[in-house]
């Protein structure tokens, strides 16, 4: 295992719930009950380990649900792998891992 692998314990839970399809900060914040000076810096060392990507929604979609953007974040294939370490050396993570999102059927016309 490599240093840059090992993460925290909360870093794990961020990694895992986003995992689960949790992509914005408010989301991860409400799936994990992690306060925002938690959850933001997180992500944001996260992503300069290279184990999220992020990016900004468009404007114009933000501007039709009238909020400001959101910035979505991703898991990388290295950021994936180290959650799985992380999981199995943090064994209670794998019990209380967020509760998937599940998909919206599409609607039938």
Excluded: C
């Excluded at 689960?20 to 810096?41: E, K, W």
Aim: glycine content about 6%; hydrophobic content about 30%; cysteine-free.
């Amino acid at each position: 295992m490599s240093p840059k692998s090992y993460i925290s314990y909360t870093a794990a839970v961020i990694l895992q719930t986003l995992a689960n399809g949790y992509r914005h900060g408010f989301d991860i914040m409400d799936a994990t009950g992690l306060p925002s000076g938690t959850v933001y810096p997180a992500l944001r060392r996260l992503e300069e380990a290279g184990f999220v990507e992020s990016r900004w929604e468009k404007e114009i979609v933000a501007r039709r649900e009238q909020r400001p953007p959101r910035k979505y974040y991703d898991l990388t294939e290295e950021g994936k792998e180290a959650m799985e370490e992380a999981v199995r050396r943090y064994r209670l993570l794998a019990q209380s891992a967020p509760t998937p999102i599940r998909k919206p059927k599409p609607e039938r016309s």
